[in-house]
C-alpha cells in the first residue's frame, strides 16, 4: 500500500516569512494529493489539492508542487501570519477510491 | 447547508466495552469513511462505506466494523475496546465519482478508553 513521509514534525517561523513542507509517497499509481489544515481541537480542512498531471498549483499565498519522477510533493505558504499556525497534513491516494493515506502532520507555529 | 456531523463530541468507556458512534454525511454526498487519529499522528483509514456496503478497508482489525443507512449516515462499532483504541475518530463524506473526492471530515468524536 501507500506510504507517505512527512517533514519537518515541526516548524517555527516569523510571521512574513515562507514555510515548506515536504513529503514523499511510495506508491506511483498515487495521482491525488491533497494537504489538509488542523487547527488545535479542530476538523481536517482541505486547504488545496494537486492532480498527477499537474506539476504547480497555487491558491494565494499557498501553492503545492509535485514532482511524479522522484515521488516528491511540497507546500509552499508564502507572508506567513499568525493564524497560518496549525497542524498540515499531505496525503496521497491512488485509484478511482482516492482514500488519502496521510502523512504523520507537521506542526507549524508561526511567530508574530 | 448542513456539514458533516458527529455524535457524541466525547465518550469514556472501559477496556472490554463496546462502542458505537455516528455520522452524518454533508448534504448530497453518498460516501462515508471512517478514520482514526492517534495524538501526535494523521488519520489512519479504517473502512469507506457506500451504497450501504463497506468499499474498502484499511488495515484495522475486526472488532472494527460499520453499516450505513438508507439516508447515508454511518455507524462505527468497536468490540472489546482497548486502551490502544483511545482516539479521535473522524468522518468523513464524499460524493462518489467526484473527479478529486474530496473528503469532507466531522469534527470528530474523543474515544477515551480507561
Known amino acids: 500500500g501507500e506510504n507517505v513521509e512527512q517533514h519537518p514534525s515541526t516548524l517555527s517561523v516569523q510571521e512574513g516569512d515562507s514555510a515548506v513542507i515536504k513529503c514523499t509517497y511510495s506508491?506511483?499509481?498515487?495521482?491525488?494529493f491533497p494537504w489538509y489544515k488542523q487547527e488545535l481541537g479542530k476538523r481536517p480542512q482541505l486547504i488545496i489539492d494537486?492532480?498527477?498531471?499537474?506539476g504547480e498549483k497555487k491558491d494565494q499565498r499557498i501553492a503545492v508542487t509535485l514532482n511524479k519522477t522522484a515521488k516528491h510533493f511540497s507546500l509552499h505558504i508564502t507572508e506567513t501570519q499568525p493564524e497560518d499556525s496549525a497542524v498540515y497534513f499531505c496525503?496521497?491516494?491512488?485509484?478511482?477510491?482516492?482514500?488519502?493515506?496521510f502523512g504523520r502532520g507537521t506542526s507549524l507555529i508561526v511567530h508574530p | 447547508d448542513a456539514g458533516v456531523t458527529q455524535s457524541p463530541t466525547h465518550l469514556i468507556k472501559t477496556r472490554g466495552q463496546q462502542v458505537t458512534l455516528r455520522c452524518s454525511p454533508k448534504?448530497?454526498?453518498?460516501?462515508v469513511s471512517w478514520y482514526q487519529q492517534a495524538l501526535g499522528q494523521g488519520p489512519q483509514f479504517i473502512f469507506q462505506?457506500?451504497?450501504?456496503?463497506?468499499?474498502q478497508r484499511g488495515n484495522f482489525p475486526d472488532r472494527f466494523s460499520g453499516h450505513q443507512f438508507p439516508n447515508y449516515s454511518s455507524e462505527l462499532n468497536v468490540n472489546a475496546l482497548l486502551l490502544g483504541d483511545s482516539a479521535l475518530y473522524l468522518c468523513?463524506?464524499?460524493?462518489?465519482?467526484?473527479?478529486?473526492?474530496?473528503?469532507?471530515f466531522g469534527p470528530g468524536t474523543r474515544l477515551t478508553v480507561l
Open positions: 468523513a463524506s464524499s460524493l462518489v465519482g467526484r473527479q478529486n473526492n474530496e473528503q469532507f
Open positions: 506508491d506511483s499509481a498515487s495521482n491525488y
Open positions: 494537486i492532480r498527477s498531471n499537474v
Open positions: 496525503a496521497g491516494s491512488a485509484g478511482g477510491s482516492y482514500i488519502p493515506t
Open positions: 448534504s448530497g454526498h453518498d460516501t
Open positions: 462505506y457506500y451504497e450501504e456496503e463497506e468499499r
